[in-house]
């Protein structure tokens, strides 16, 4: 049973809470695979995506994984509701609760808006990503992925590389790969790594070579140029040339090590086309974990609010 009614981060969420969702989400991954689409757990609840920043695997995965537990769901783009007329969010959240939702999925562009909310309504609140905070369905989704690919997380070896200061992708992923037993490197220019990761317990490294060698997985994550305001690097092509993962720096790693990328990705900067589609890729299975553990972690909020 999980101890909470939200899922904001993934910084105070146990092993065995993370176990669970993961066991959960490997069975829908397995149904939905087999031809299943209605699992209709969650039938006659309601759910409420309320998206200020763009996406569009996230948002559309949160949805399917709604849809298929039989339940009714709303979007909210920022751009046409009424907080484009100056509402706060607050305000937002206690009409929608006024309404009954069940369920708020929400992205936001600042760290820690989720958690207001979550103070604010009766409905269980998932973060779908919060400015450079947090993603935990993203590091749940990796490590589904991971999981079922090495059995286990415990003492994997995890290299993540690319824009790790305004990826809360890196983050999540940190914190629930440490709780579950694993080991993550990062590795970025120095401008890209926030300071603190490795009080946080990664262990940051100097050199590519150092990074990748025999590691397990090897997570590119995107360089988010939208949030770039200061130049943290000269340009797209230095980065790519010094930090960018290509066929090559693959070899260093583990012979059957994985390739993840959280999407979108920047073809040819964090990882080469070649690394992206490398039959050790496993970037679209990634994507049917991302539904298969939102319909877990549904499930298991809604049994922690009875
Ligand atoms: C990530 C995000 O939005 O945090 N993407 C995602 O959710 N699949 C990473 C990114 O935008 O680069």
Do not use: W
């Amino acid at each position: 049973m999980l101890q909470r009614q939200d899922l904001l981060g993934l910084i105070d969420v146990s092993k065995e809470e993370i176990t669970e969702i993961l066991d959960l989400a490997h069975e829908f991954k397995t149904r939905i695979k087999a031809g299943e689409k209605k699992m209709g757990y969650l039938t006659g609840k309601t759910a409420t995506i309320l998206f200020y920043e763009n996406s569009t695997r996230t948002r559309t995965s949160f949805e399917q994984a709604a849809k298929y537990l039989g339940m009714t769901t709303i979007n909210i783009e920022a751009g046409t509701s009424s907080v484009a007329k100056g509402e706060t969010l607050v305000d937002t959240g206690k009409t929608l609760d006024a309404q009954k939702n069940d369920f708020i999925i929400m992205r936001h562009p600042m760290g820690g808006a989720p958690y207001l909310l979550a103070k604010t309504v009766q409905a269980s609140v998932l973060n779908a990503g919060d400015g450079i905070n947090e993603h935990p369905t993203q590091a749940l989704l990796d490590m589904l992925t991971m999981r079922e690919t090495f059995g286990s997380l415990q003492g994997l070896k995890v290299a993540i590389l690319g824009d790790i200061k305004h990826s809360r992708v890196a983050k999540s992923n940190l914190f629930g790969l440490k709780t579950m037993g694993a080991e993550v490197r990062m590795f970025a220019p120095e401008t890209l790594i926030p300071k603190g990761m490795d009080q946080l317990g990664a262990t940051i490294c100097s050199s590519r070579e150092e990074a990748l060698k025999d590691v397990d997985v090897v997570m590119g994550l995107r360089i988010q140029l939208e949030r770039q305001k200061a130049g943290n690097f000269p340009s797209l092509g230095e980065y790519a040339a010094n930090y960018g993962v290509n066929e090559e720096h693959l070899a260093l790693a583990k012979p059957n090590a994985i390739v993840l990328h959280p999407g979108p990705v920047n073809r040819g900067v964090e990882l080469t086309s070649a690394v992206i589609d490398h039959e050790r890729s496993r970037i679209e299975d990634q994507v049917l974990s991302g539904v298969a553990v939102r319909m877990a972690a549904l499930c298991l909020l809604d049994e922690a609010r009875k």
